[in-house]
T-cell receptor, first 114, second 115 residues
């Protein structure tokens, strides 16, 4: 039962353009959502998060949008840079006593071409 | 500030053996979580420890166990290894400030191969 889904295994964009990574979830109990970036041979690195009481959160070039009614979130990277090429994971936390228990999507491989 | 340290980086075992993986969290972090990453299943939560107590557990068989020491360092153990246990095992630590959302900091992982 895949509670967090990233339906696009890969995404290719040109440097300077916008990258949009999507994520859908099915569990209504999820209260917090996070995006992680992962390079080969390294652990995931936290990028940005959003609480279910918000619909948008920005941090520099990264913006996360949350649509609770559609159970959908997206990560926008503007402008995209070659160094952004990595695997991006969407993750969800049910709040309460979930603490460090995250449910991850399968990941999307982003390739940014110079 | 040193990051999360996992040892060893690579491990090769045979079916039926047992293995112990080690994780040293970031200094001051009190919670340690373990995740398994496989190509087919993605990143899956194993368990989380806080103050030497397991406070969350994922859907893995009892062959997978862990513990946390008083200095917050953690170990996980897998007994009676199966081929399907081949995976990247990731440890993550967090401050555990009592807020519901925890920003996890991951180590580079231990790549386990079971032959």
């Amino acid at each position: 039962d895949q509670q967090v889904k990233q339906n696009s295994p890969s995404l290719s964009v040109q440097e300077g353009r916008i990258s949009i990574l999507n994520c859908d979830y099915t569990n209504s109990m999820f209260d917090y959502f996070l995006w992680y970036k992962k390079y080969p041979a390294e652990g995931p690195t936290f990028l940005i998060s959003i609480s279910s009481i918000k619909d948008k959160n920005e941090d520099g070039r990264f913006t996360v949008f949350l649509n609770k009614s559609a159970k959908h979130l997206s990560l926008h990277i503007v402008p995209s840079q070659p160094g952004d090429s990595a695997v991006y994971f969407c993750a969800a936390n049910a709040g309460g006593t979930s603490y460090g228990k995250l449910t991850f999507g399968q990941g999307t491989i982003l390739t940014v071409h110079p | 500030k040193a990051g999360v340290t996992q040892t060893p980086r690579y491990l090769i075992k045979t079916r039926g053996q047992q293995v112990t993986l080690s994780c040293s969290p970031i200094s001051g972090h009190r919670s340690v979580s373990w995740y398994q990453q496989t190509p087919g299943q993605g990143l899956q939560f194993l368990f989380e420890y806080f103050s030497e107590t397991q406070r969350n557990k994922g859907n893995f068989p009892g062959r997978f166990s862990g513990r946390q020491f008083s200095n917050s360092r953690s170990e996980m153990n897998v007994s009676t290894l199966e081929l399907g246990d081949s995976a990247l095992y990731l440890c993550a630590s967090s401050l555990a400030l009592g807020t519901a959302i925890e920003k996890l900091f991951f180590g580079s992982g231990t790549q386990l191969s079971v032959l």
